[in-house]
């Protein structure tokens, strides 16, 4: 209760800010061009995206994300496929040449006929690798429909890897959600995170973790796990256009996220095998490859 004020001052702040992107750009018709990343500028310019459910704009309860083929999460696919295809639209208005879309859901989630041109869509399992197709010639990556790390009082449908089972990872003693997780093995390759996208908590902790570089937008703003105050379409759809523009400007800023190597591991998690009276099981290691970070 004590940061109950600080959330919702700073959290009316991010709406401000998020508000404040859309009045200074609907007005501009034509999309301004962005600076070139100098880095990447005599070869193609590749941007990675990978995608949650969680995090997408009208996204706020368990029944939309959990349950395979009922309505409400057929529409909740929709709503991510939308977001996804304002951040496409954003990155070819400001030069990337090739964008690769992952769906990281883990019951997948993508609608194909949905898929907006001028990107390369995977999903389905099993597939190679954690971040299957990355690797160093991508010049950033974005986590697009994200979610605040387990136990986010205002994070909406807040977990890490696994919402049933209530599993929390600490890496070098720091506790980390999925936002550092994927930023790390994206850090192997030298890809730095450069736009975050979900609630209010989820640019929050992506700030903590990333730096102010990267670029946050927020679709919604968490009340609690399942209640959220939903940021209507339009806006969000816009909000998410214009800064996947700001991210491709912010490419040569944003630092790859690392874990210094041996990891020391650990990790919490409800026993599975009892139910009834479910029991903390708490497991600590080293981890001396981060791209095995997620087999712990
Ligand atoms: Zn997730």
Redesign the pocket.
């Known amino acids: 209760m004590r940061n109950a004020t600080n959330h919702t001052k700073s959290a009316s702040f991010l709406r401000t800010a998020t508000l404040g992107i859309l009045c200074v750009c609907l007005p501009v018709l034509v999309a301004a061009p962005v600076r070139p990343n100098p880095s990447h500028a005599a070869g193609p310019l590749r941007v990675y995206i990978v995608t949650?459910?969680?995090?997408a704009s009208g996204v706020y309860k368990f029944a939309q994300t959990r349950e395979a083929n009922n309505p409400l999460g057929e529409k909740a696919k929709e709503y991510l496929m939308g977001d996804i295809a304002a951040v496409v639209r954003g990155l070819r208005s400001a030069g990337v040449t090739d964008i690769v879309v992952l769906d990281?859901?883990?019951s997948q989630a993508f609608v194909p006929e949905l898929m907006a041109p001028g990107a390369r869509y995977i999903t389905g399992l099993p597939r190679p690798g954690h971040l299957t197709g990355l690797d160093g010639s991508f010049a950033g990556m974005i986590q697009l429909g994200?979610?605040a790390m387990m136990g986010t009082l205002d994070g909406v449908l807040c977990?890490?890897?696994s919402?049933r089972s209530e599993n929390r990872y600490w890496y070098n003693g720091v506790e980390s959600g999925?936002l550092a997780q994927c930023a790390a093995i994206a850090g192997h390759y030298d890809v730095p995170t450069i736009m975050v996208t979900g609630d209010e908590a989820t640019c929050r902790e992506a700030r903590q973790f990333f730096g102010t570089d990267c670029v946050a937008v927020a679709v919604k703003r968490g009340l609690s796990r399942e209640a959220a105050e939903l940021y209507p379409f339009e806006e969000t759809r816009q909000a998410l256009y214009e800064g996947a523009r700001q991210a491709v400007a912010a490419i040569g800023r944003c630092k790859p996220y690392k874990l210094t190597l041996p990891i020391q591991a650990k990790k919490e998690y409800l026993d599975p095998s009892n139910s009834n009276s479910p029991r903390r099981i708490v497991k600590e290691g080293v981890v001396d490859d981060v791209l095995k970070l997620l087999d712990f």
């Open positions: 949650d459910l969680e995090g990281g859901h883990g994200a979610h977990h890490t890897q919402s999925e």
